[in-house]
C-alpha cells in the first residue's frame, strides 16, 4: 500500500507539473500572437496538485521507513529495525532516489510560494514565463522518480526480516537531520532567480525591477546553502575521525560552486539596482548558480566521482549531463537573442568607487568557483581522454584559496568605506583609520603573545579590519535610526544592517579557519591505564575501558580525561543491521579558544576490544590515542550560525528612505538581501 500511494504520489506530481509548464508556455505564446486566451484550465492552478504529489509521496516513503516496510527495496536497503527513529526518517535522504524525492519536494514548495507571492500580478508574463520553467524542472525531477530513480520499486520475492539499515556515518551523528535539508533548500532556491532571468530574456524586459526580486530569492537560498555547508563541514568533524571539516573533496566543492557563485550574484546585483549597470553579468550569474546545483546533482548521483559524500553509481549520469547542457545552451541562446536590450546606458565613472568594489569582488569570487571547478573537473576529463587516473588535491586548492581568501578580505574591510560613483582617497583614509589601527594593535598583542606566521597574522589584522569596518556601518546606521525616532536595533535589519551582521559572520568564520589550520597539532600517544600524558599544553589522562551497547549499534570506548574537566570517551562503533566495517567515533574538548580532539586508534596485543586495531608493539592493555589540538576552531561554527542569522535580518524588510549624496557616501552595504 505504501509503496502504491508513493508511487501514484510521484506519478501526480510529474503530470501536474508537466501539463501546467505546458499549459502556461502555450497560453503566453498565444497572447504574445496576440491571441485571446481561450485555455479551461489555468496552470498555475495545477501548483497545488504537485505540491499535494509531493506531499504524499513524502508522506508514503517516512511511513514506509518508519514503520519497516522492508517490502520497498529503498527501505530494505537503508533501514534496519533496530535503526533509532531520527535516522528512520533521515534514510529519505540517506541515499540516492530518497534524495531525488527531498530535492523535488523543496522544489515543488517553493513553486507554490512563488505563485503565491505574486498572485496580484498573475497576468504579467515575467511571472508566467518564471512559473512554465520552475515547473518545468519540477516536471524534470519528478521524472527522474518515475524513470530510473523510482524510490518505490518493491522486492520480487519475499520480504526481508530485517533491513541492511543506513550507512554508518549516517547514523552516527544527528546532523544528518538538518545538514541536508538545508543544503537541499539552498540548491533548489536559485532555480528562482534563474526562472525569473530566463522570464525576464523572452519577454525582452531586462531592464526593468524584477532584479530586486530575484535578489530576495537569492539571499533566501543563499542564507540556506550557507548555514547547510558549514554544518556540513561540522559534521565531517565530529563524524569521520580525520580531525578537519573541509577536504576539498568532489562533494564538498560541488556545493561550494554555487555559493560562491552566489554570493556574486547577491552582491552584483545591487549595481544593477543602483546605477542600472551590470545586466548580462548578472543574468549569467544567475545562470550559473542553478546550472552549477545541476552539475553538483550529476556529481553527487552519477558515481563518477569517489567521495565518503556521494551516492552510489546510476544511471543517472547522462540525463543529469544533457539537462545541464540543456540549462546552460536555452540561456546562452536567449541572452544572444536579447544582446541589444542587455546593453547598459551607463559605465561606471570611477574604479575607485562602491561599484568599482563590486565589480573586484564579483571577478574574485567568479574566480575562486573556476578554480574550484577546474581542479574538480580535471580528474574526470583526464580519465576519459588518457583512461589514467590523476588526483588533484588540498595543495593545488589551498595554493589559490588562500590569496583569493586574502584580497576578499581586503575588499571587505575597504568596500563598505567606499562612496557610489566616485570616493574621494582622502575620505577612505580617514574612514578606515580606527579599524586600521585595531587591527594593528591585536597583531602586535598576537606577535608578543608568541604567534608567528605571516600569511595568518595577515588574515586576522584583515579580519579584524573588516569587522571594525562592518561594526563602524552598523554604529552609524543605528544613530541614524536613533535620530529619526526608532529603535537602533534596525539597523541590523534589512540589505544593509543584515549585509553587515553577514560580514560579521564571515570574519568570525575566517579567523576561525584561519587559525585552526594555521597552528593544528596532530600527534598519536600510547597510553597505559591510569597514565597521564602531556600534548601540546593538555593533560590527557587514561582512565579505563568500556562497552556501551544499544540495540542500534555496540561501541567500545576508551574513557579519558583532559585537563581534569570531565571524561571524554572515543570510541570503535558497530552498528545493527549493516554488513560494514567498524567506524571510528571521535570525542571533542571544545571551547571558545580551542579543541583537543581525540580519536581511538589501537590497543595493545592482548586487547579484546572489538573493532579496534590491534598494534603488535603496544604494550597489553595499553592505547593509542589520536590528538588533534586545534585553536579557535569554534568560531567557524559560530561565524556559520552569524552569517546565517545576518541573512535572516537582510531579509526583514525596512522602509524606503530618500538617496541623497550624503547617504550614498556613508551608506554601510556590501552584502544585501
Not at 542564507?223 to 559534521?235: D, E, H, M, Q, R
Not at 543574468?283 to 556521494?310: E, N
Not at 578606515?432 to 602586535?444: M, S
Request: with cysteine; aromatic share 10%.
Amino acid at each position: 500500500m505504501r509503496a502504491t500511494l508513493g508511487s501514484l504520489g510521484i506519478w501526480i506530481a510529474f503530470v501536474a507539473a508537466l501539463l501546467g509548464s505546458v499549459l502556461l508556455a502555450w497560453d503566453l505564446l498565444r497572447r504574445r500572437r496576440g491571441a485571446a486566451s481561450a485555455q479551461v484550465l489555468d496552470g498555475r492552478l495545477l501548483v497545488p496538485v504537485v505540491v499535494a504529489g509531493g506531499m504524499l509521496a513524502t508522506g508514503a516513503m517516512q511511513w514506509a521507513l518508519i514503520t519497516h516496510d522492508f517490502s520497498i527495496v529503498y527501505v530494505a536497503e537503508n533501514n534496519a529495525r533496530a535503526t533509532p527513529l531520527i535516522y528512520s526518517i533521515t534514510g529519505m535522504w540517506s541515499a540516492l532516489e530518497g534524495s531525488i524525492l527531498l530535492w523535488a519536494l523543496l522544489l515543488s514548495l517553493y513553486v507554490v510560494v512563488v505563485v503565491w507571492h505574486y498572485r496580484s500580478r498573475a497576468a504579467d508574463e515575467v511571472v508566467g514565463w518564471a512559473t512554465a520553467v520552475l515547473l518545468g524542472i519540477t516536471a524534470f525531477f519528478f521524472g527522474l522518480m518515475v524513470g530510473p530513480a523510482n524510490p518505490f520499486v518493491t522486492s520480487s520475492g519475499s520480504s526481508p526480516s530485517s533491513g541492511q539499515g543506513p550507512n554508518a556515518l549516517l547514523q552516527n551523528n544527528p546532523l544528518v537531520a538538518i545538514h541536508p535539508p538545508l543544503l537541499y533548500a539552498g540548491m533548489v532556491g536559485f532555480a528562482v532567480p534563474y526562472a525569473f532571468a530566463v522570464g525576464m530574456l523572452i519577454t525582452g524586459r531586462v531592464g526593468e525591477s524584477w532584479h530586486v526580486d530575484t535578489r530576495r530569492w537569492a539571499i533566501v537560498a543563499w542564507t540556506s546553502l550557507s548555514v547547510g555547508i558549514v554544518l556540513g563541514a561540522w559534521w565531517s568533524y565530529q563524524v569521520l575521525g580525520w580531525g578537519g571539516f573541509w577536504g576539498w573533496d568532489p562533494v564538498e566543492n560541488a556545493a561550494l560552486m554555487p555559493w560562491l557563485v552566489g554570493t556574486a550574484y547577491v552582491h552584483s546585483i545591487v549595481v544593477q539596482e543602483r546605477r542600472g549597470l551590470l545586466r548580462i553579468w548578472n543574468l549569467t550569474l544567475a545562470v550559473a548558480c542553478f546550472a552549477l546545483t545541476v552539475l553538483a546533482t550529476f556529481f553527487t548521483r552519477s558515481g563518477v566521482v569517489q567521495s565518503v559524500h556521494a551516492f552510489s553509481a546510476s544511471a543517472l549520469g547522462p540525463i543529469l549531463l544533457t539537462f545541464f547542457t540543456l540549462v546552460v545552451l536555452s540561456a546562452l541562446g536567449l541572452m544572444a537573442w536579447r544582446g541589444d536590450a542587455l546593453r547598459s546606458t551607463v559605465g561606471i565613472d570611477a574604479a575607485f568607487s562602491r561599484e568599482g568594489a563590486f565589480v573586484l569582488n564579483n571577478l574574485l569570487f567568479v574566480g575562486f568557483a573556476l578554480v574550484v571547478l577546474l581542479g574538480t573537473v580535471f580528474p574526470l576529463l583526464y580519465d576519459a581522454i588518457h583512461g589514467g587516473q590523476v588526483t588533484v588535491g588540498p595543495p593545488y586548492f589551498n595554493s589559490l584559496a588562500v590569496p583569493l581568501g586574502i584580497g576578499l578580505l581586503t575588499l571587505m574591510a575597504v568596500a563598505p568605506l567606499l562612496s557610489w560613483r566616485k570616493a574621494a582617497g582622502s575620505v577612505v583614509v580617514r574612514r578606515i583609520e580606527v579599524p586600521a589601527w585595531i587591527g594593528t594593535i591585536v597583531v602586535v598583542i598576537l606577535v608578543v603573545a608568541g604567534v608567528r606566521g605571516i600569511l595568518p597574522l595577515a588574515g586576522f589584522f584583515l579580519g579584524v579590519v573588516a569587522a571594525a569596518s562592518a561594526a563602524r556601518s552598523l554604529l552609524l546606521e543605528a544613530r541614524a535610526e536613533r535620530r529619526r525616532g526608532d529603535s537602533g536595533l534596525r539597523a541590523l535589519t534589512g540589505r544593509s544592517g543584515g549585509g553587515m551582521v553577514v560580514h560579521l559572520g564571515v570574519v568570525i568564520l575566517a579567523v576561525g579557519i584561519v587559525a585552526s589550520t594555521s597552528y593544528v597539532s596532530r600527534s598519536e600517544v600510547t597510553l597505559r591505564p591510569g597514565a597521564t600524558v602531556e600534548v601540546h599544553g593538555h593533560h590527557i589522562t587514561f582512565v579505563g575501558m568500556r562497552t556501551v551497547s544499544t540495540p542500534a549499534k555496540q561501541s567500545s570506548q576508551v574513557v579519558l580525561r583532559v585537563d581534569r574537566r570531565g571524561e571524554f570517551t572515543p570510541g570503535i562503533s558497530q552498528f545493527a543491521g549493516r554488513s560494514s566495517e567498524p567506524v571510528g567515533t571521535p570525542s571533542i574538548d571544545s571551547g571558545l579558544f580551542g579543541d583537543v580532539y581525540l580519536t581511538f586508534d589501537a590497543i595493545g596485543r592482548k586487547g579484546s576490544t572489538s573493532g579496534a586495531q590491534i598494534a603488535g608493539d603496544v604494550p597489553p592493555g595499553s592505547v593509542v590515542i589520536g590528538v588533534v589540538v586545534e585553536p579557535l576552531l569554534a568560531w567557524l561554527w559560530i561565524g556559520g550560525l552569524t552569517m546565517g542569522i545576518g541573512g535572516l535580518l537582510a531579509f526583514i524588510p525596512t522602509r524606503r528612505r530618500p538617496r541623497t549624496a550624503s547617504s550614498d557616501a556613508a551608506e554601510p552595504a556590501v552584502v544585501h538581501s
